[in-house]
């Protein structure tokens, strides 16, 4: 498959990419203390949905993309994942976190060819010609054969997410993946992550802390209330599926983005 190709033809665009089905998640604490992070969490992903999980600190947003990359299991419950079946290797199901964590002796194109080394690639694609499209796609075919250090924190990031992207997986995990930018290379890479959906028509659960960014990105956006997560509001947002600077000066985007506040800290304060 090639990035221009449309979503993946093996299930329906309707059908859904992730469920969780009254999912509780009990941590203890080094004392042996319960720590419940999720109570009876429910949420239904369609295929191709971008979804930004929003909700305050420790409300068990990080702990809802691990269990859909199988790195934490549930105590109660069940999440479904299209595909799971063969999500060993991570060819499915890839994650973006904060850092980029490239490997700095590897130039740009091998950090993003790394995962074809230990996940599951599929036979009779050239991966560097794949990671070269991907590449050309965030406007870095010019550096390939830099290094992480010869790279701003953005170009790092954009690097990250080619990464992430190389193996072709049906869903992307994003665990707050721009917040250690400055302002203005967040924003570009808010408008560029959107273009990036549209252009490849995977599912993306993305979590943020920032309002505008969870409006800015998503075609739903899911409330959760504070630990232990449960979802507190989830509505989808009909902004333009093409977002550009324009879409901050919508009246709808202010709208959204009080409805997200209030779900947060309340009406009081939204
Ligand atoms: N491995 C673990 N052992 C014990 N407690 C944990 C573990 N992982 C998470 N927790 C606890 O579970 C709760 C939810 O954590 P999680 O990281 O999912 O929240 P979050 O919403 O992503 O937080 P933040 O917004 O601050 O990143 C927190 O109270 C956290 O301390």
Redesign the pocket.
């Known amino acids: 498959m090639t990035i221009s190709d449309p979503p993946a033809a093996d299930l329906p665009a309707t059908s859904e990419a992730i469920r969780f089905d009254h999912v509780s998640v009990e941590?203890?604490?080094r004392h042996g203390e319960p720590?419940l992070?999720l109570d009876s969490f429910d949420l239904s992903v369609a295929q191709g949905e971008f979804v930004s999980l929003v909700?305050p600190?420790?409300?068990?947003?990080?702990?809802?993309l691990r269990l859909v990359a199988q790195l934490t299991e549930t105590t109660k419950g069940q999440v479904r994942v299209a595909g799971a079946e063969s999500l060993r290797g991570f060819s499915r199901v890839a994650l973006v976190f904060q850092s980029p964590n490239l490997l700095p002796w590897k130039t740009v194109i091998d950090n993003v060819l790394y995962p074809v080394r230990f996940g599951s690639p599929a036979a009779g694609v050239d991966h560097r010609v794949r990671a070269r499209e991907l590449l050309a796609l965030v406007g870095l075919e010019r550096f390939e054969n830099a290094y992480p250090s010869e790279l701003s924190g953005g170009m790092q990031q954009r690097v990250a997410i080619c990464r992430s992207l190389v193996l072709d997986p049906k869903i992307l995990l994003m665990d707050?993946p721009f917040s250690a930018l400055d302002a203005l290379t967040r924003e570009e890479l808010q408008f560029e992550l959107r273009r990036i959906h549209r252009h490849t028509g995977k599912t993306i659960l993305f979590?943020t802390?920032s309002i505008s960014e969870s409006v800015l990105l998503a075609d739903r956006i899911v409330v959760m209330a504070p630990?232990p997560?449960r979802l507190k509001d989830s509505f989808v947002v009909e902004l333009a599926p093409d977002r550009t600077p324009a879409t901050l000066h919508d009246p709808r985007f202010a709208q959204y983005s009080d409805r997200v506040r209030e779900g947060i800290y309340g009406r009081a304060a939204a």
């Open positions: 941590f203890r604490t720590v992070a909700g600190s420790g409300c068990g947003k990080s702990t809802a707050e979590v802390h630990r997560g």
